[in-house]
């Protein structure tokens, strides 16, 4: 899957959470969630968030997934493009690491859909990682527009 990710920036976490959450089915159901978990982490200061921390964010804000904070175990497409192989999805994101402020936060979120780890969640799992870390760079939220 080759993408381009376009964000926009926003200035609060009722904002951020809002556009995490606006282009999936289940809106407005798991705002509340988001917002939750970029108040936590941007609180707890994570300036670097590793696949750990990704899996716990998932598991938050999807709670009532039985694959919650697991990497998915089907093959998936999203708009006709092949993600990565479930097998493959572990070492992926192992080779993907931690993201932290200093990195090209955009370019991040591309490599992460690509791989799409989880069954479903992964752009806002990718929204509210980029969300935090672009806020304790920039004192403004970068939110993705897919």
Known sequence: MSFKPKFKTVDTVDKVADCINMPHEDYPARVPLTQLMVETLIGNGCSKIDTFTMRQVHSAVFHGLASRGGYRTMPVTV?????????????????????????????????????????????????????????????????PCQ
């Open 79 to 143: 708009s006709g493009n092949p993600t990565s192989d479930p097998l493959l999805i572990a070492e992926q994101m192992e080779e993907l690491g931690s993201v932290s402020v200093s990195d090209d936060l955009s370019e991040w979120y591309r490599k992460f859909q690509t791989i799409h780890p989880f069954e479903d969640g992964n752009g806002r799992v990718g929204g509210i990682v980029v969300a935090v870390l672009s806020y304790l760079r920039d004192g403004v939220y970068m939110a």
